[in-house]
């Protein structure tokens, strides 16, 4: 799928944090480092011709399980070895340093 639009990143510190993160479930735990909103103008499929049928069976919990056990300075010393993590691989801005605590 393929979404065309405009979007930006929520932050952990940013006042829309709360109501957003709260849309995400179980998804949305400590793990959560931003929240991108996206305003579509045009969404269109890909061609599924060579995608695989698969059966959901639910989701993954090994990365909510790991982070949910790392203090907020053991989750910044984990980004600060990270390459990527202030700009993208193609040099657009990326997350923060230092992060915005948690409130999960």
């Not at 011709?49 to 010393?77: C, I, N, S, W």
């Amino acid at each position: 799928m393929r979404i065309h639009g405009d979007g930006g990143a929520v932050f952990r510190d940013d006042p829309r944090w709360a109501e957003l993160i709260g849309l995400f479930g179980e998804a949305g735990g400590p793990a959560a480092r931003a929240i991108v909103v996206v305003r579509a103008r045009r969404i269109a499929d890909v061609c599924g011709h060579a995608v695989p049928l698969m059966e959901y069976q639910g989701e993954r919990t090994l990365h909510q399980e790991h982070f949910r056990r790392k203090t907020d300075e053991e989750f910044a010393e984990y980004c600060e070895k990270k390459d990527f993590i202030e700009t993208s691989l193609d040099g657009l801005p990326a997350l923060p340093l230092p992060l915005p605590p948690r409130t999960v």
